[in-house]
């Protein structure tokens, strides 16, 4: 949506700023390719899979809770200039340090199917490690971003990934993503990057680089993250071992009826307490 801005005090009339979102990126009908094959362990994952277009394609519709993703990292790494360049479709050169949390909502239709990424831009300052870390729990998705331009920024990933490991499940995706690519040049970028994928294949995480300020691979990198998050959500829900969904005939069904049943039962419980 457009962002106005009124020119002056005495003026009545608002001007429109150039920093309209592209919500066409919110639509994804393929899997997005991961920036660096070697250093993702997802690199297998270049389409969705089969037991997820089978459940899109069905005729019966489903409904799959949110993806929460946390944005984690050093001081002045960039995650919130990263995560308001894709969100709002600005940059902020002179954007002050979180405090504690931000968030973010956003709504992407994933082969059809409406999805919703809930966005966690937490703080990387000491002082606000407490509250962040309250907000880390049962995320899908672990962001890691680092600052290419600072070398001690990338050593610090392990712990920050081991932080938020301590809180979810091990299933959980991972990122390592690098930020600032627009201020090295090529050689001290491959450098950098080099050491980046070693540390990403430590840590059993994808890499990817990216530039907030120009723009470069924000989108892929976001459409990437939802695709994969997606797909694990439909094949854990269409999985053998949910208990939820019954074993014979059409499971989307009987998952949709089942939630419908146990949705009435509880309105009927509510209004029998209401009226005795």
Known sequence: MPTFRKPSKKANSYEILNNNVDYGSRTIDRMPRAYCDRASPYRGRVEFGEKTRRACGSVMSFYLCACKAIFVGDV????????????HEIFDGDYRGTIGVDFEVEKFHVLSHAYSLQIWDTAGHERFKCISQAYYRNANVIVVVFDLTRAESLMNARRWLDDAMKLNHPGALKFLVGTKKDLLDDHS???VEREAETMANDLQAEYWSVSAQTGENVTQLFQRLTALAFDSAVQRLMGPNNPVVHPSGNSLLNLYFLKKDEKDKKLKKCSFCKIN
């Open 76 to 87: 002045a790494t960039g995650k919130s200039s990263l995560v308001n360049r894709f969100c």
């Open 189 to 191: 970028l491959l450098a």
